[in-house]
């Protein structure tokens, strides 16, 4: 699918109702944001929602971040494909034959197939959190080496943490796409998450999409927070 997006920012539509996930939506241009769409909303709202999405013009990341047999994976990346969404993601953890059994389910759809994505540590992870699930070495080296499974597997990217990005292109080439949630503007309340980065310095370390929830959909007025993002990142000096 083409970039014809016009910022990298793909808000996370994290609501409790198709209604509410909707009138985001309705706040937003298509022709400057993507949107997500993640376990809470899926659950809810179902495939109509993502189709519905889809319809209104929007590249929609379904981010249900499959983790199972090989089989499931596969047929569950097809059924996401089906629904026409520009993105779809796995848990990297579940290994190189279950990516790769979804990269192969995605091949025969060629160019307008979605982006498949692996997710590596998630931003809410700190280090110290790593060791007690049997995980024994630097988080930054869980990322880069679960990264580099991904890409032999025939992903296209990782989610990973910004704060990650830099090594993450100097170990796995710049064609291969960092997405990375954990965005927070400068003073911005971290919440649950727990390795952050500015918009402008995740650009800047080499993200190529900014998935970003809270800090637009819990403002005042979401798609003030949006512009003003956008704003932000597209200055010279970003
Ligand atoms: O795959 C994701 O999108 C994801 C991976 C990850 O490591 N961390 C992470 O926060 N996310 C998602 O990104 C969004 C971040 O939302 P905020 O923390 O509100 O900006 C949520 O919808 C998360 O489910």
Same mark, same amino acid.
């Given at each position: 699918?083409?970039?014809?997006?016009?910022?990298?920012?793909?808000?996370? %539509?994290?609501?409790?109702?198709?209604?509410?996930?909707?009138?985001?939506?309705?706040?937003?241009?298509?022709?400057?944001? =993507?949107?997500?769409?993640?376990?809470?909303?899926?659950?809810?709202?179902?495939?109509?929602?993502?189709?519905?999405?889809?319809?209104?013009?929007?590249?929609?990341?379904?981010? %249900?971040?499959?983790?199972?047999?090989?089989?499931?994976?596969?047929?569950?990346?097809?059924?996401?494909?089906?629904?026409?969404?520009?993105?779809?993601?796995?848990?990297?953890?579940?290994?190189?034959?279950?990516?790769?059994?979804?990269?192969?389910?995605?091949?025969?759809?060629?160019?307008?197939?979605?982006? %498949?994505?692996?997710?590596?540590?998630?931003?809410?992870?700190?280090?110290?959190?790593?060791?007690?699930?049997?995980?024994?070495?630097?988080?930054?080296?869980?990322?880069?080496?679960?990264?580099?499974?991904?890409?032999?597997?025939? %992903?296209?990217?990782?989610?990973?943490?910004?704060?990650?990005?830099?090594?993450?292109?100097?170990?796995?080439?710049?064609?291969?796409?960092?997405?990375?949630?954990?965005?927070?503007?400068?003073?911005?309340?971290?919440?649950?998450?727990?390795?952050?980065?500015?918009?402008?310095?995740?650009? =800047?370390?080499?993200?190529?999409?900014?998935?970003?929830?809270?800090?637009?959909?819990?403002?005042?007025?979401?798609?003030?927070?949006?512009?003003?993002?956008?704003?932000?990142?597209?200055?010279?000096?970003?």
């Amino acid at each position: 699918m083409t970039d014809s997006v016009s910022s990298p920012v793909i808000v996370a %539509l994290d609501y409790d109702t198709a209604e509410a996930a909707l009138a985001m939506a309705a706040q937003l241009d298509p022709a400057v944001c =993507r949107v997500k769409v993640g376990k809470e909303l899926f659950t809810i709202a179902g495939p109509d929602l993502v189709r519905s999405l889809v319809q209104s013009g929007f590249q929609v990341f379904l981010d %249900l971040k499959f983790h199972d047999i090989p089989n499931t994976v596969a047929a569950a990346v097809r059924a996401a494909a089906n629904l026409g969404v520009w993105m779809v993601n796995v848990h990297a953890s579940g290994g190189e034959r279950m990516m790769r059994a979804a990269a192969d389910a995605l091949a025969p759809l060629g160019v307008n197939r979605p982006l %498949l994505i692996g997710v590596t540590v998630l931003t809410s992870t700190a280090e110290d959190e790593l060791a007690p699930v049997g995980v024994n070495r630097p988080l930054k080296e869980q990322v880069v080496a679960l990264a580099e499974l991904a890409k032999v597997s025939g %992903l296209d990217g990782v989610v990973c943490s910004a704060q990650e990005a830099e090594a993450l292109k100097a170990a796995c080439g710049s064609e291969f796409k960092l997405v990375t949630p954990g965005i927070r503007p400068a003073g911005a309340d971290a919440g649950d998450q727990r390795r952050i980065v500015t918009p402008v310095d995740a650009l =800047r370390n080499g993200s190529d999409y900014l998935v970003i929830g809270r800090p637009i959909t819990a403002a005042e007025d979401p798609a003030s927070a949006l512009k003003a993002i956008v704003r932000d990142i597209e200055k010279p000096s970003a």
